[in-house]
């Protein structure tokens, strides 16, 4: 079963109600429980940063396969600006490993498809990509934070 198969079943029980499910095939064996009075929180597209906290902090960990949504949106100095969004729930990292420097810092030039964090949602590492060239204008999280689906990401000026 892939990964998508597995969001995708995840996000079909979610929506159902249903606590329970056990999938066994030949090469597979899958068991999905939670927990029965469970709420499961979805943050909606326009939301303030003061607002998103406890959202996020509430939020269950369910995983959305998507790309990531760029919008453009009106910066202090009157130029353009373009932001980049989470695709899915999850924690964010700024680097591959601890170790290793950021992807991306405020003032870096940046290319379409160049990786530009990771977000780790049910153990699994999800490099974000931009979907603009540009310059990294604003960085809005803090590495190793949850953030929700949606959520802006990086704020850059594109080219």
Known sequence: MKTTEIRDLIDFISK???NEVNIETKELKLHVKREP????????PVMTQAAMAPVAAAAAPVAQAAAPRVEAAPAATGKKTVEIKSPMIGTFYRSSTPDTPAFVSV???ITKGQTVCIIEAMKLFNEIESEVSGTIVKAMIENSSP???DQVLFVVEPD
């Open 37 to 44: 009075d469970q709420k499961v929180f979805k943050s909606t």
């Open 107 to 109: 003032g870096d030039k």
């Open 16 to 18: 159902s109600g249903l």
């Open 147 to 149: 953030v929700e689906y």
